[in-house]
């Protein structure tokens, strides 16, 4: 059982950055390929981004393409989430997630954080 715990989440103003962390428990952190997605009120869960085991490949939705960055520290199994130039419609409650396979699909995602909420005023 892995056991993922996301946070820095927080209320910020549109333009301004924001870094999420995901610290994730067990020995087998470097063989998972981790992804972010978000859930805004009313909405359905959507992929954010992610990144392979080794952190040499990495996937973004083109809403986020250009403004957001994903990067990993296996010796401290620990995934980020650089969030840049946030907007109003990047509020939502963010999730981590850890999958043995890297299809980034959300139903292939073995393992999920309780999530961390990122709030973007005008």
């Known amino acids: 059982q892995v056991q993922l715990v996301e946070s820095g989440g927080g209320l910020v103003q549109a333009g301004d950055s924001l870094r999420l962390s995901c610290a994730a428990s067990?020995?087998?952190?470097?063989?998972?390929?981790m992804g972010w997605f978000r859930q805004a009120p009313g909405k359905e869960r959507e992929f954010v981004t992610g990144?392979?085991?080794?952190?040499?490949?990495?996937y973004y939705a083109d809403s986020v393409k250009g403004r957001f960055t994903i990067s990993r520290d296996n010796a401290k199994n620990t995934v980020y989430l650089q969030m840049n130039s946030l907007k109003p419609e990047d509020t939502a409650v963010y999730y981590c997630?850890?999958?043995?396979?890297?299809?980034?699909?959300?139903?292939?995602?073995?393992?999920w954080g309780k999530g961390t909420l990122v709030t973007v005023s005008s």
């Open positions: 990144i392979s085991s080794s952190g040499g490949i990495k």
């Open positions: 067990g020995r087998s952190f470097s063989s998972y390929a």
């Open positions: 997630a850890a999958g043995i396979r890297s299809t980034m699909r959300a139903r292939d995602m073995d393992y």
